[in-house]
């Protein structure tokens, strides 16, 4: 365990998530290494070994973050409203990951490496976080749609979410790829596939 305060322990942490989220917008996760989240801290790079063992763990915590934060947005949206059509929920959450593009192309990454090469303390903190937004889409349903089953709507959306990032984005690599296999697509914003998944779900009531 890293020396110091409760309070210098939390801000190196964030500050290595942070770094490493930095160099995840314009490099892939084989290409961001230890070494080069530590060249954008403040500290040795030796040092993050006392707040993360792998790589794999510094993007769990990344993406423990991500599931935070939208949470903590739903949860308190299930105690501002009294009542919400479809129409207004789906547009709610199709929004609310329109600003975790960062949570949905972690989400489009392998899970199982990622998971197999942190420690367990570390993949249960982020099983925490990811069970809560589970309850937090739950106690919405539940409030809202206490005629839908809240559990069916689970099961099916939130799997959904790990492919919303490769319909949404595209390298232009891949983009070329596609025009030369004579594909007929038309990409789409993650908003438009993420309502039109809720709408369905919810029957379009």
């Given at each position: 365990?890293?020396?110091?305060?409760?309070?210098?322990?939390?801000?190196?942490?964030?500050?290595?998530?942070?770094?490493?989220e930095?160099?995840?917008?314009?490099?892939?996760?084989?290409?961001?290494?230890?070494?080069?989240?530590?060249?954008?801290?403040?500290?040795?790079?030796?040092?993050?070994?006392?707040?993360?063992?792998?790589?794999e763990?510094?993007?769990?915590?990344?993406?423990?973050?991500?599931?935070?934060?939208?949470?903590?947005?739903l949860?308190?949206?299930?105690?501002?409203?009294?009542?919400?059509?479809?129409?207004?929920?789906?547009?709610?959450?199709?929004?609310?990951?329109?600003?975790?593009?960062?949570?949905?192309?972690?989400?489009a990454?392998?899970?199982?490496?990622?998971?197999?090469?942190?420690?367990?303390?570390?993949?249960?903190?982020?099983?925490?976080?990811?069970?809560?937004?589970?309850?937090?889409?739950?106690?919405?349903?539940?409030?809202?749609?206490?005629?839908?089953?809240?559990?069916?709507?689970?099961?099916?959306?939130?799997?959904?979410?790990?492919?919303?990032?490769?319909?949404?984005?595209?390298?232009?690599?891949?983009?070329?790829?596609?025009?030369?296999?004579?594909?007929?697509?038309?990409?789409?914003?993650?908003?438009?596939?993420?309502?039109?998944?809720?709408?369905?779900?919810?029957?379009?009531?």
């Open positions: 365990m890293p020396k110091g305060s409760p309070e210098l322990t939390a801000s190196r942490r964030e500050e290595i998530i942070n770094a490493c930095k160099l995840y917008e314009t490099m892939s996760f084989k290409e961001i290494t230890i070494k080069e989240i530590g060249a954008v801290t403040s500290f040795t790079r030796t040092s993050i070994y006392n707040y993360f063992q792998t790589k763990e510094i993007f769990l915590a990344l993406m423990q973050r991500e599931y935070e934060l939208w949470a903590q947005e949860s308190a949206l299930s105690e501002e409203k009294d009542s919400m059509t479809a129409g207004e929920f789906a547009d709610t959450l199709a929004k609310s990951l329109e600003k975790r593009q960062q949570l949905l192309k972690l989400l990454m392998n899970h199982y490496d990622m998971e197999e090469n942190s420690r367990a303390e570390r993949l249960t903190d982020f099983k925490v976080a990811y069970g809560a937004s589970l309850d937090a889409v739950r106690v919405c349903l539940k409030k809202f749609f206490p005629n839908t089953d809240a559990e069916s709507f689970i099961f099916v959306f939130f799997p959904f979410l790990f492919g919303v990032y490769p319909y949404t984005f595209a390298t232009e690599k891949q983009l070329t790829a596609m025009r030369e296999a004579k594909m007929d697509f038309k990409m789409h914003s993650i908003y438009e596939i993420i309502y039109s998944c809720v709408m369905q779900l919810l029957g379009g009531k």
